[in-house]
């Protein structure tokens, strides 16, 4: 799976690897019920990140990964995954400014145009999308340390093993 999402042949070693190092991070497996998918998921998103990392992404690796992303109902690690993660955006969006967040939320949660944010705040609508700019920015700032920070727990725990 890892080589038809044009993973390179040193990465998916690392890769598996740190499948297992989050899955030993785990405080109970009670809740997987399919273990291959889950592993797949978990796989998909390391790698996911790892590229959106490096900056440099093949755009067909990109449009492979794609084909992994199920139709059907979302599992239950998957939804466990989104809610954890919606939880994180909302910590995150609440260390915004005020009006920095109230631009996002209606613009980028909301769906509202950027003429509809700019009459309901009060703005203008250049205002606006240097908020939206600033805010998101921000947002993914703040997801890029979280990431990294649980990167190095991940190789502290990778070093301890024998």
Known sequence: MLRRMRAAPEEIDDVVQDCYCR???????????????????????LLGRRMQRARVIPFDAYN?????IDEETPSQER??????????LLKLMSKLPERC???VELRKIEG?????????LGMSEKAVEKQVWLGVRALREGWSRIDTQADRRMGVIRRAKP
């Open 23 to 45: 899955f030993a991070m785990l405080d109970s497996v009670d809740h997987i019920k399919q273990p291959r998918a889950y592993f797949k998921v978990t796989a998909r998103h």
């Open 64 to 68: 492979d990964m794609s084909m992994f």
């Open 79 to 88: 939804r466990l995954t989104g809610r954890s993660d919606y939880a994180l």
């Open 101 to 103: 967040r109230k631009a």
């Open 112 to 120: 509202l145009s950027q003429k509809q944010v700019a009459e309901k």
